[in-house]
C-alpha cells in the first residue's frame, strides 16, 4: 500500500462552495431516499450511486484521484439533480415540453465549460501546445461528438434494448418529444448540444483570461493543476506504507 494525501487544500475552498457542496449533497440524497422508499426506485438508487461515486473517487480511480475539485463536483451535483431527481424521477420530461432541451443545454454548457478548463491545463502544465482557438474549436467538436453519441445510445436502446428489457425499466423511450418527431427532436438536440458547447468552452475562455488579466488563478484550475502534480508524484515515487 502506498500513502496517500489529497493535493487539493480544502483551506482555500471559499465557504460559500462548501455550503453550496453540501446542500446540493443533502437535497439530492433527501430525495434519492424519498424517490427509493415511496417512488422511483431505480432512479433512487441511481442518485445514491452518483453520490457515492462523488465521495469516493479513489476507489473508482484506483487511487489515481483522491477528491473531485469542488466546482467540478458542483457541476456534476447539478446534472444528477436536474437530471436524476427532478426529470427521471418526477417525471418533468414528460411534463414540460421542453424540458429535454433545457438538460441537452445544461450538459453541453458544463461539459464545454469544464472541458475548456481541463485542457487549458495541459496547456498550463506544457504537455499541449496549440492556441485558444484550436482549444475552443477542439472542445466544441468534442461536445458536439458527444452529442451525437448520446442520440446513437438512445436510438440502439429504444430499438434494440427497450423491447426486451423496457417492461423492467422505469426508464420509457427516451427518443421523441411531446411537441415534434423523433427525427426533429434528434437534430434539435444536436443543435441546442452546440450551442451549450460552444457557451461553455466561450465562457471558460472568459474566465480564464479575466482571472489571468488580473494575476491570479482560475480556482477550478489550480485545483485541477496541483491534482495532476500530486498525481504524477504519487504514480512515480509513492511511499510504501509499513
Same mark, same amino acid.
Given at each position: 500500500?502506498? /500513502?496517500?494525501?489529497?493535493?487539493?487544500?480544502?483551506?482555500?475552498?471559499?465557504?460559500?462552495?462548501? #455550503?453550496?457542496?453540501? =446542500?446540493?449533497?443533502?437535497?439530492? !440524497?433527501?430525495?434519492? !431516499?424519498?424517490?427509493?422508499?415511496?417512488?422511483?426506485?431505480?432512479?433512487? %438508487?441511481?442518485?445514491?450511486?452518483?453520490? @457515492?461515486?462523488?465521495?469516493?473517487?479513489? =476507489? %473508482?480511480?484506483?487511487?489515481?484521484?483522491?477528491?473531485?475539485?469542488?466546482?467540478?463536483?458542483?457541476? =456534476? !451535483?447539478? @446534472?444528477?439533480?436536474?437530471?436524476?431527481?427532478?426529470?427521471?424521477?418526477?417525471?418533468?420530461?414528460?411534463? @414540460?415540453?421542453?424540458? &429535454? /432541451?433545457?438538460?441537452?443545454? !445544461?450538459?453541453? %454548457?458544463?461539459?464545454?465549460?469544464?472541458?475548456?478548463?481541463?485542457?487549458?491545463? =495541459?496547456?498550463?502544465?506544457?504537455?499541449?501546445?496549440?492556441?485558444?482557438?484550436?482549444?475552443?474549436?477542439?472542445?466544441?467538436?468534442?461536445?458536439?461528438?458527444?452529442?451525437?453519441?448520446?442520440?446513437?445510445?438512445? #436510438? %440502439?436502446?429504444?430499438?434494440?434494448?427497450?423491447?426486451?428489457?423496457?417492461?423492467?425499466?422505469?426508464?420509457?423511450?427516451?427518443?421523441?418529444?411531446?411537441?415534434?418527431?423523433?427525427?426533429? &427532436?434528434?437534430?434539435?438536440?444536436?443543435?441546442?448540444?452546440?450551442?451549450?458547447?460552444?457557451?461553455?468552452?466561450?465562457?471558460?475562455?472568459?474566465?480564464?483570461?479575466?482571472? $489571468?488579466? $488580473?494575476?491570479? $488563478?482560475? $480556482?477550478?484550475?489550480?485545483?485541477?493543476?496541483?491534482?495532476?502534480?500530486?498525481?504524477?508524484?504519487?504514480?512515480? /515515487?509513492?511511499? /510504501?506504507?509499513?
Amino acid at each position: 500500500m502506498y /500513502k496517500k494525501s489529497c493535493p487539493i487544500h480544502f483551506s482555500k475552498v471559499p465557504s460559500w462552495k462548501r #455550503y453550496l457542496r453540501l =446542500f446540493l449533497r443533502l437535497i439530492i !440524497l433527501i430525495n434519492a !431516499l424519498y424517490q427509493i422508499i415511496l417512488g422511483e426506485v431505480f432512479f433512487g %438508487f441511481l442518485a445514491i450511486l452518483a453520490l @457515492v461515486i462523488l465521495l469516493t473517487p479513489w =476507489f %473508482f480511480t484506483k487511487n489515481r484521484i483522491c477528491v473531485v475539485p469542488i466546482d467540478i463536483e458542483i457541476l =456534476f !451535483l447539478i @446534472v444528477v439533480f436536474f437530471e436524476l431527481i427532478m426529470a427521471d424521477a418526477y417525471s418533468l420530461y414528460s411534463r @414540460v415540453h421542453y424540458y &429535454d /432541451k433545457f438538460m441537452h443545454l !445544461l450538459v453541453s %454548457f458544463i461539459i464545454g465549460l469544464v472541458g475548456m478548463v481541463i485542457i487549458y491545463t =495541459f496547456y498550463a502544465l506544457g504537455k499541449l501546445q496549440a492556441s485558444t482557438g484550436v482549444m475552443f474549436a477542439l472542445i466544441v467538436l468534442i461536445t458536439m461528438g458527444l452529442g451525437a453519441g448520446l442520440e446513437m445510445a438512445e #436510438y %440502439f436502446y429504444d430499438q434494440a434494448l427497450y423491447p426486451l428489457i423496457g417492461h423492467y425499466l422505469p426508464t420509457g423511450l427516451t427518443q421523441g418529444s411531446m411537441v415534434a418527431s423523433p427525427l426533429a &427532436d434528434t437534430i434539435e438536440d444536436l443543435f441546442v448540444d452546440t450551442l451549450g458547447g460552444i457557451l461553455g468552452a466561450a465562457i471558460g475562455i472568459i474566465l480564464i483570461k479575466k482571472e $489571468e488579466k $488580473e494575476g491570479r $488563478e482560475l $480556482e477550478m484550475l489550480d485545483d485541477l493543476e496541483t491534482l495532476a502534480s500530486g498525481n504524477g508524484e504519487r504514480e512515480g /515515487k509513492g511511499e /510504501k506504507e509499513e
